[in-house]
């Protein structure tokens, strides 16, 4: 089993920044692939970025591309996001998910456990 907890949420202003950070336990050698997706009200679970055990590929999503970065301390079994320039409609419950699959992937269903989430709130 692997447990994941976030941390680093908050209410930040629109064009603030945020950094997430996720860290992981138990049999963390299992994970090939650590990703952050995001929960808006209303609105489907979104995969946000990914990035593999040894962070030579990273997996991203169009939506946050050029203003989010994934990024991995495998020393320290954390995942960090550094989210700049936000906007109100980053606004969502962020969720860590880790996937033991060697490919990993931009869709929930490879991922295999999942944190229970942070709020990431940006006013405007």
């Known amino acids: 089993q692997v447990q994941l907890v976030e941390s680093g949420g908050g209410l930040v202003q629109a064009g603030g920044s945020l950094r997430l950070s996720c860290a992981a336990s138990?049999?963390?050698?299992?994970?090939?692939?650590m990703g952050w997706f995001r929960q808006a009200p209303g609105k489907e679970r979104e995969f946000v970025q990914g990035?593999?055990?040894?962070?030579?590929?990273?997996y991203y999503s169009d939506s946050v591309k050029g203003r989010f970065t994934i990024s991995r301390d495998s020393a320290k079994n954390t995942v960090y996001l550094q989210m700049n320039s936000l906007k109100p409609e980053d606004t969502a419950v962020y969720y860590c998910?880790?996937?033991?699959?060697?490919?990993?992937?931009?869709?929930?269903?490879?991922?295999?456990?999942w944190g229970q989430g942070t709020q990431v709130t940006v006013s405007s």
């Open positions: 998910a880790a996937s033991t699959k060697l490919l990993g992937g931009t869709t929930g269903s490879v991922y295999d456990y």
């Open positions: 138990g049999r963390t050698f299992s994970i090939y692939v």
């Open positions: 990035i593999s055990r040894s962070g030579g590929r990273i």
